[in-house]
């Protein structure tokens, strides 16, 4: 029997007949175009006004990170910049109104979405010319997509192939009328070198302003029994089918892909927009909340090469340069997928409920919260790789994907939902409750993140905001409850005024329990950060002696140096010199530090040894498994 999750992704999937792309002709009568230095361009366009547009053209750039590059290799074409372009003509605004309004049906967007397009470029490619597969940056927050209008000329090649998910659409320009296509800026999508004649296209930012709201029709009641239900009865594990208590989350993963910046509720895209005021709706009912989220996630599939030539498969995945990027599509799909393995889904980053702001956070969540109207797996990975049968395991391909999420929990739970990822926003909310004299309230919050809080994924930029709500619980245990997650390396002499106004609030033995308990003793392993920490506590120390708390500074300066003293000591004690000389050496630049007199440290010369034990970071939302070796997409238009 489905589960709710699943009779609620169903639900949801049913209905949409939203598209990536739309296309439409037109003739080409309604449109003006003028461009400076060359003059009014006639309709359709010949090879000698194309040649002339071209005198006043400048190879077209493509952005690739935060970079703006010219590639002929990836991208060959010439470009006319907006200012050079004056459109107009009798009916080209009405027209251009009417394809909008065609386009924003066709992509599945409500009818209280309204489009503007905005002039990005006037392009002209020759023969040869071409635009290698890539995603357009979102260059606004209103930013949607793109919409290609290609001016009617004679030439063959010069095809704009879009893709998303696993399907492909070739659009071909007329020789005689205008012909508009639109697709979401999450589509790949390429131009294929001109054979013969001249293409010529007017490329458009798809600009979609903030949607005003609407009675929702759909499933609504369904959708919120799913809900409640799903939210009140056990939940199972895929693995054992033990029965663990209520899930605390629902997380229905979206179809498109978003930025951070571009994801907002009034933002979405395709038949994720209408989804989600579905389920917002079914959530008021079932007296849920929603944020959205994005969310990492990776797949293992048993999995079987379906080239005949197996040696092809291992020489196909990495050798392939972000150029090549079409490469890669073709060899995942020379891949049969068998059974799922295991997969692993994390939210990296949040909005606030209003669907503002946003936080990175890191929460893994069980398969038991988990559901999707398409799976992953009709969807492009961003990352893959297929590890061959090597003896007692492999023929397993690996995929990674970033999805789009909505996220939901019951109303009276959410402080502790979002509690759970170590957010900014849970002690923020605290901080409101308190400075709205909601004392009761924050306690009550507070208390009900108890049990799990000391495991709280917590930064440096955390604790100058659990400091200040610790000071504002006026309640010593539950201060020390919303501190126990830090460590000692994270505080700053920026946290010194909130540490002494904490001091000052609970005494001296709760301010020592709390710095002992941040200390590295009991977060064993303390690695080359707290080295770093050491290095830098004489700023800390004179920074915590100005705001009033020098006892703060005299106990970590003796912790630190009874830590120190055990260190050396278990170090003396080995009998090896070959074993005792190098566990020396890395305790050696603290040590000069925090001894008393700070004497070696003026005439020695400095070891970065903490350094040398460093393993250097992975990027920003990147699996840890397997990390991507690099980004397939170009961003053009930057
Ligand atoms: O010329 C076209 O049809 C599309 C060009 C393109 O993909 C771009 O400018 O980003
Ligand atoms: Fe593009």
């Given at each position: 029997?489905?589960?709710?999750?699943?009779?609620?992704?169903?639900?949801?999937?049913?209905?949409?007949?939203?598209?990536?792309?739309?296309?439409?002709?037109?003739?080409?009568?309604?449109?003006?175009?003028?461009?400076?230095?060359?003059?009014?361009?006639?309709?359709?366009?010949?090879?000698?006004?194309?040649?002339?547009?071209?005198?006043?053209?400048?190879?077209?750039?493509?952005?690739?990170?935060?970079?703006?590059?010219?590639?002929?290799?990836?991208?060959?074409?010439?470009?006319?910049?907006?200012?050079?372009?004056?459109?107009?003509?009798?009916?080209?605004?009405?027209?251009?109104?009417?394809?909008?309004?065609?386009?924003?049906?066709?992509?599945?967007?409500?009818?209280?979405?309204?489009?503007?397009?905005?002039?990005?470029?006037?392009?002209?490619?020759?023969?040869?010319?071409?635009?290698?597969?890539?995603?357009?940056?979102?260059?606004?927050?209103?930013?949607?997509?793109?919409?290609?209008?290609?001016?009617?000329?004679?030439?063959?090649?010069?095809?704009?192939?879009?893709?998303?998910?696993?399907?492909?659409?070739?659009?071909?320009?007329?020789?005689?009328?205008?012909?508009?296509?639109?697709?979401?800026?999450?589509?790949?999508?390429?131009?294929?070198?001109?054979?013969?004649?001249?293409?010529?296209?007017?490329?458009?930012?798809?600009?979609?302003?903030?949607?005003?709201?609407?009675?929702?029709?759909?499933?609504?009641?369904?959708?919120?029994?799913?809900?409640?239900?799903?939210?009140?009865?056990p939940a199972a594990e895929r693995s054992s089918h033990r029965q663990l208590p209520p899930p605390k989350r629902l997380v229905y993963l979206l179809d498109h892909e978003y930025t951070q910046r571009g994801l907002g509720w009034d933002r979405l895209k395709g038949a994720d927009a209408g989804r989600?005021?579905?389920?917002?709706?079914?959530?008021?009912?079932?007296?849920?909340?929603?944020?959205?989220?994005?969310?990492?996630?990776?797949?293992?599939?048993?999995?079987?090469?379906?080239?005949?030539?197996?040696?092809?498969?291992?020489?196909?995945?990495?050798?392939?340069?972000?150029?090549e990027a079409e490469g890669d599509g073709a060899t995942e799909s020379n891949y049969e997928l068998n059974d799922l393995i295991d997969d692993e889904i994390t939210l990296a980053w949040w909005t606030a409920p209003d669907g503002t702001g946003g936080e990175r956070i890191s929460l893994p969540v069980?398969?038991?919260?988990?559901?999707?109207?398409?799976?992953?797996?009709?969807?492009?990975?961003?990352?893959?790789?297929?590890?061959?049968?090597?003896?007692?395991?492999?023929?397993?391909?690996?995929?990674?994907?970033?999805?789009?999420?909505?996220?939901?929990?019951?109303?009276?739970?959410?402080?502790?939902?979002?509690?759970?990822?170590?957010?900014?926003?849970?002690?923020?909310?605290?901080?409101?409750?308190?400075?709205?004299?909601?004392?009761?309230?924050?306690?009550?919050?507070?208390?009900?993140?108890?049990?799990?809080?000391?495991?709280?994924?917590?930064?440096?930029?955390?604790?100058?905001?659990?400091?200040?709500?610790?000071?504002?619980?006026?309640?010593?245990?539950?201060?020390?409850?919303?501190?126990?997650?830090?460590?000692?390396?994270?505080?700053?002499?920026?946290?010194?005024?909130?540490?002494?106004?904490?001091?000052?609030?609970?005494?001296?033995?709760?301010?020592?329990?709390?710095?002992?308990?941040?200390?590295?003793?009991?977060?064993?392993?303390?690695?080359?950060?707290?080295?770093?920490?050491?290095?830098?506590?004489?700023?800390?120390?004179?920074?915590?002696?100005?705001?009033?708390?020098?006892?703060?500074?005299?106990?970590?300066?003796?912790?630190?140096?009874?830590?120190?003293?055990?260190?050396?000591?278990?170090?003396?004690?080995?009998?090896?010199?070959?074993?005792?000389?190098?566990?020396?050496?890395?305790?050696?630049?603290?040590?000069?530090?925090?001894?008393?007199?700070?004497?070696?440290?003026?005439?020695?010369?400095?070891?970065?040894?903490?350094?040398?034990?460093?393993?250097?970071?992975?990027?920003?939302?990147?699996?840890?498994?397997?990390?991507?070796?690099?980004?397939?997409?170009?961003?053009?238009?930057?």
């Amino acid at each position: 029997m489905a589960t709710p999750r699943e009779r609620l992704a169903e639900l949801l999937g049913t209905g949409s007949t939203a598209s990536f792309s739309a296309h439409l002709q037109t003739p080409a009568h309604f449109l003006h175009l003028e461009v400076a230095d060359v003059g009014r361009v006639s309709l359709p366009v010949r090879a000698p006004q194309a040649k002339k547009l071209i005198a006043a053209a400048r190879p077209a750039k493509f952005g690739r990170g935060t970079q703006t590059l010219t590639d002929q290799s990836v991208r060959d074409t010439w470009e006319i910049t907006p200012s050079q372009v004056t459109l107009g003509g009798p009916g080209w605004q009405a027209l251009l109104e009417k394809v909008l309004e065609h386009v924003r049906d066709e992509l599945g967007l409500p009818r209280s979405r309204a489009l503007r397009a905005e002039l990005h470029s006037m392009l002209v490619y020759g023969k040869g010319q071409f635009f290698l597969p890539h995603q357009d940056s979102e260059k606004h927050d209103a930013m949607l997509g793109t919409l290609v209008v290609s001016l009617p000329s004679a030439h063959t090649g010069g095809e704009l192939v879009i893709e998303q998910a696993n399907e492909s659409r070739t659009y071909r320009a007329s020789r005689e009328e205008l012909s508009f296509v639109a697709f979401y800026a999450d589509c790949r999508h390429q131009v294929t070198p001109v054979r013969s004649g001249h293409r010529l296209t007017l490329t458009f930012n798809l600009l979609a302003d903030a949607e005003t709201p609407t009675q929702v029709t759909g499933p609504v009641e369904e959708l919120a029994t799913c809900l409640s239900e799903h939210f009140s009865r056990p939940a199972a594990e895929r693995s054992s089918h033990r029965q663990l208590p209520p899930p605390k989350r629902l997380v229905y993963l979206l179809d498109h892909e978003y930025t951070q910046r571009g994801l907002g509720w009034d933002r979405l895209k395709g038949a994720d927009a209408g989804r989600a005021a579905l389920l917002r709706a079914a959530a008021d009912q079932a007296g849920c909340q929603a944020v959205l989220a994005l969310a990492e996630v990776r797949e293992t599939w048993e999995a079987w090469p379906v080239d005949e030539d197996p040696w092809n498969d291992y020489d196909g995945y990495d050798g392939v340069e972000d150029e090549e990027a079409e490469g890669d599509g073709a060899t995942e799909s020379n891949y049969e997928l068998n059974d799922l393995i295991d997969d692993e889904i994390t939210l990296a980053w949040w909005t606030a409920p209003d669907g503002t702001g946003g936080e990175r956070i890191s929460l893994p969540v069980p398969d038991s919260e988990v559901c999707a109207s398409t799976a992953s797996r009709d969807l492009t990975p961003y990352e893959s790789e297929f590890e061959g049968y090597m003896g007692n395991y492999g023929n397993t391909l690996d995929r990674w994907y970033r999805r789009a999420a909505i996220v939901l929990w019951p109303r009276e739970q959410a402080f502790a939902a979002r509690a759970e990822a170590g957010s900014q926003w849970t002690l923020d909310e605290l901080r409101s409750r308190i400075d709205a004299e909601d004392l009761a309230g924050a306690r009550a919050a507070a208390d009900s993140i108890a049990s799990f809080w000391i495991s709280a994924d917590v930064h440096s930029e955390l604790l100058g905001p659990a400091l200040n709500a610790a000071v504002g619980l006026r309640s010593a245990d539950r201060a020390v409850m919303l501190l126990s997650p830090f460590q000692v390396e994270m505080l700053t002499p920026d946290h010194a005024t909130q540490l002494a106004a904490a001091a000052q609030q609970y005494g001296e033995p709760w301010l020592r329990s709390i710095l002992s308990g941040w200390l590295p003793s009991r977060h064993p392993g303390a690695g080359p950060e707290f080295g770093t920490w050491v290095e830098d506590l004489p700023r800390l120390g004179s920074a915590l002696r100005e705001s009033g708390v020098p006892q703060a500074a005299g106990m970590l300066v003796a912790y630190v140096w009874d830590w120190l003293n055990a260190r050396l000591n278990a170090c003396t004690a080995i009998a090896d010199p070959a074993q005792r000389q190098p566990r020396l050496a890395l305790a050696q630049p603290p040590t000069a530090t925090a001894a008393p007199s700070g004497g070696p440290r003026r005439d020695t010369p400095r070891r970065d040894t903490g350094r040398t034990a460093r393993i250097p970071g992975r990027g920003a939302g990147v699996p840890a498994a397997h990390p991507p070796r690099r980004n397939r997409n170009v961003s053009a238009g930057t």
